[in-house]
């Protein structure tokens, strides 16, 4: 699916399609399966939500830093993420995301679920996100300041939920926004590093652990700033 006002940033160089579509051989060589997402990654710019002296290593599979202490996540770990959120089910309604950083998560997202919700504690961050959003034509993704960890109450429950920092447990007030059949997926810090955790929500109202391997993430904090 194709992002509103894609032509216009197809970039070239070290930015362009073939060099986007490179990145995407890497990521089925490491294992991500799924084409929709495969079709994100490569029509996303992703070269649009890093700073612009840092455009040239965009399409690289690699998390860069987008300043206040904060990262892009690896295109790797941004692919897998997706994919296990989908997991093959039908498009879905309503995606919530804490963390928005960059706004390149809530990008990929916007072109595979009907509404991505996406809440940052960092101001300057989000402010800089809206601006890139508008840039790329990207209407289907809603954002709030606010402390991610309490989630948005007013839009749940979610299809589906997306934590892009590591606490040491996911906070009970996502998982209560999760709906009926949902998934979220999250770092949690255990032991001395941090481990992927896919919670599935089932119809009965029961919840599901799996241990989806080792990542690295920036800590998940409370308070605005």
């Known amino acids: 699916?194709?992002?509103?006002?894609?032509?216009?940033?197809?970039?070239?160089?070290?930015?362009?399609?073939?060099?986007?579509?490179?990145?995407?051989?890497?990521?089925?060589?490491?294992?991500?399966?799924?084409?929709?997402?495969?079709?994100?990654?490569?029509?996303t710019p992703r070269h649009v939500f890093v700073d612009e002296a840092l455009s040239t290593r965009a399409y690289e599979d690699?998390?860069?830093?987008?300043?206040?202490?904060?990262?892009?996540?690896?295109?790797?770990?941004?692919?897998?993420?997706?994919?296990e959120l989908l997991a093959g089910r039908e498009k879905l309604d309503k995606v919530l995301e804490v963390g928005t950083g960059s706004g390149y998560q809530s990008a990929v997202l916007a072109g595979l679920v009907n509404k991505v919700f996406s809440l940052e504690r960092i101001e300057p961050l989000l402010k800089e996100a809206r601006r890139r959003f508008h840039r790329v034509g990207l209407?289907?993704?809603?954002?709030?300041?606010?402390?991610?960890?309490?989630?948005?109450?007013?839009?749940?429950?979610?299809?589906?939920?997306?934590?892009?920092?590591?606490?040491p447990r996911i906070p009970?007030?996502?998982?209560?926004?999760?709906?009926?059949?949902?998934?979220?997926?999250a770092p949690v810090?255990?032991?001395?590093?941090?481990?992927?955790?896919?919670?599935?929500r089932d119809d009965a109202g029961e919840y599901q652990e799996k241990d989806l391997g080792t990542v690295t993430f920036v800590p998940l904090l409370e308070g605005l700033s």
């Open 172 to 185: 009970p007030e996502l998982l209560a926004q999760l709906a009926e059949g949902g998934r979220l997926v």
């Open 139 to 167: 209407h289907n993704v809603y954002t709030r300041h606010a402390n991610g960890a309490e989630g948005w109450q007013t839009q749940a429950p979610f299809d589906a939920i997306i934590i892009t920092a590591a606490g």
């Open 62 to 83: 690699t998390a860069l830093p987008i300043g206040m202490g904060q990262t892009i996540s690896q295109p790797y770990i941004v692919a897998y993420m997706t994919q």
């Open 189 to 200: 810090e255990r032991g001395d590093g941090q481990r992927l955790i896919l919670v599935s």
């Open 1 to 43: 699916m194709m992002l509103p006002k894609q032509q216009r940033h197809q970039g070239i160089g070290m930015t362009s399609p073939r060099t986007r579509e490179r990145l995407v051989e890497r990521l089925r060589d490491k294992g991500i399966h799924d084409e929709q997402v495969l079709r994100a990654i490569a029509t």
